[in-house]
């Protein structure tokens, strides 16, 4: 029997930021056609359930604790809260009430058609979507993206806890919410939870400090913000088994039943809503990975061109949080643009010549802003990352204290830290933790992926009274040190 093919140049499965970049910059500027298969939401996790309405939370507490800090304005706000309702208004506009009309409507006037439903492999660059087989000429895209991991802890699926979907679309606060996790959803979700004015806010953290893999101090510094801010952090302590005798299924981001108790061995707590930040897994299970060879489940490697290794041919790539490199919007859109580029210089039988064929970036110089109270941004590498990947290495730190910042607000608490490769005289990685730090991180990812030498960073003079002033207050603490 012959089988009946839809047929595009490009396939993407996976319409989140990731899949879409792919798909626009594979066909740019030519006559190919694509096909962009999503089963939820053309915009993906980050547009509707994670970067946006995370950050569309986060800002209301972040504007109103400065104008708390700041003479002047202080003495004319008329409430010390954030208005809830307000602010989940201003949440559902940026996620534009779940309707993706408007990516569509990018999409199509791109080029790209979209394929609604769940896309699954069925062979070398055959794509089934239901009744629908698609056939590839050139190239598939897998950017299937993650989903939230629930850790196996007896009761707690079945006490249908809150993931990060329902912590940032929530429609209603628990008065008392308990946190599983010390990563980066945790620490922002406990960040917005407390300024929107839950009273109690207990974080559950296996390890002695909340994010890890950042710098030291980062996790100290956050760690006394969010408990400035009333939250409590249990360090040291995971659930041992959660009990929820009344669940009800209410749906995204309303609470799912009665109070939850949970048993930590030592003691138990009684809560109104549990929140598993535990992590991520890959949205592979039913992707048909087998039917080319690969093993279903686990995060797609690639190789710096974004194709996918041991496929055993140059047809099939993975950009995104799917391929486990680097799992942040930006770097999955950067990887995006890269294979889109390879796609398309493969497909017009041109070397792939020059570095814009190859993700050089995702791996050791990417930047990363969490928005929590106070604000972390770093590139590139830690210190201890910068001595297990072998580097010979200086540090220099200091707390952030220029006229930038006392102007910025009263009595600002910042820190940073440079680390140098002393072979080469340049920077590693870069960390600030502070109010409004955020702005100050792409000069540093410029400084690491530019690889500019320390005496030419004399030279880039930070403009006064600017909080980047710090830079140059490292490079004399480095002259001096
Ligand atoms: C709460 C939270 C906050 C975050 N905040 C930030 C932030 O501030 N900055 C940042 O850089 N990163 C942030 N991240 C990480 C960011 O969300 C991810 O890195 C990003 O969404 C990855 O993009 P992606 O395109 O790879 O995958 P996704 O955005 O997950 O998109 C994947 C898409 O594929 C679809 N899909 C899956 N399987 C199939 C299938 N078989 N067929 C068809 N479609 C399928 C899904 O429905 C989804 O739409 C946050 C994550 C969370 C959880
Ligand atoms: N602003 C941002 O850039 C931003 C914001 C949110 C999320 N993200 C990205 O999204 C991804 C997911 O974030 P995340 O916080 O879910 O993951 P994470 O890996 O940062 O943190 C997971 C946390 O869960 C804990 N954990 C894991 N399994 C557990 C278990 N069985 N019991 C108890 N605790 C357990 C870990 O110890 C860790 O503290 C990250 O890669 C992150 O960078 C980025």
Not at 300 to 314: A, F, I, P, Y
Request: aromatic content about 6%; hydrophobic content about 45%.
């Amino acid at each position: 029997m012959v089988m009946a093919y839809d047929m595009y140049d490009v396939i993407v499965i996976g319409g989140g930021p990731a899949g879409e970049n792919a798909a626009a910059y594979a066909i740019a500027g030519s006559d190919r056609t694509a096909a962009l298969v999503e089963r939820n939401l053309v915009g993906g996790e980050c547009s509707y359930w994670a970067c946006i309405p995370s950050k569309a939370l986060l800002r209301p507490g972040h504007v109103l604790d400065s104008a708390r800090s700041m003479p002047g304005v202080r003495e004319q706000l008329s409430s010390q809260t954030l208005d809830f309702e307000a602010v989940l208004s201003r949440r559902d506009a940026f996620v534009s009430h779940h309707n993706d009309s408007s990516q569509i409507k990018w999409a199509n006037n791109n080029g790209i058609d979209i394929i609604r439903g769940a896309g699954r492999l069925a062979g070398e660059r055959l794509v089934e979507v239901g009744d629908q087989v698609l056939r590839a000429r050139h190239a598939v895209v897998l950017a299937t993206g993650t989903t939230a991991s629930v850790p196996d802890v007896p009761g707690l699926r079945a006490a249908l806890p809150w993931t990060s979907r329902d912590a940032t679309n929530m429609h209603e606060l628990p008065k008392r919410v308990v946190i599983v996790g010390g990563g980066v959803v945790a620490c922002e979700c406990a960040t917005w939870l407390a300024a929107l004015g839950a009273e109690e806010v207990i974080m559950l953290v296996r390890g002695k400090s909340l994010l890890p893999k950042a710098e030291a101090f980062v996790g100290e510094m956050v760690a006394a913000g969010l408990r400035s801010n009333g939250v409590e952090i249990l360090f040291s302590t995971s659930p041992k088994g959660v009990v929820r005798p009344e669940v009800r299924d209410t749906g995204e981001g309303w609470i799912h039943g009665g109070p939850v108790t949970v048993d930590l061995g030592h003691e138990t707590l009684t809560t109104d809503e549990i929140v598993v930040a535990a992590g991520r897994a890959p949205s592979t299970h039913e992707l048909g990975l087998a039917t080319v060879g690969l093993t279903d489940g686990g995060y797609v490697g690639v190789d710096d061109h974004m194709t996918v290794l041991r496929s055993g041919n140059d047809w099939l790539y993975a950009v995104g949080d799917v391929n486990g490199r680097s799992p942040l919007t930006h770097m999955g859109k950067y990887q995006a643009r890269v294979c889109g580029d390879v796609i398309a210089a493969r497909s017009e039988k041109r070397a792939l010549e020059g570095s814009r064929y190859c993700a050089t970036a995702d791996l050791q110089q990417v930047p990363q802003v969490i928005f929590t109270a106070p604000e972390v941004a770093s590139v590139g590498l830690t210190e201890s990352a910068a001595a297990s990947d072998g580097f010979d290495v200086t540090t220099v730190e200091l707390d952030i204290a220029v006229a930038g910042s006392s102007l910025l607000r009263n009595k600002y608490k910042g820190h940073a830290k440079l680390v140098i490769n002393n072979h080469t005289q340049c920077l590693l990685g870069a960390t600030f933790v502070g109010p409004e730090v955020g702005e100050l991180i792409h000069a540093a990812t410029i400084a690491v992926v530019g690889e500019v030498p320390l005496d030419k960073l004399w030279h880039a003079v930070p403009a006064f009274p600017t909080v980047s002033e710090v830079w140059l207050r490292l490079l004399e603490a480095l002259r001096d040190q």
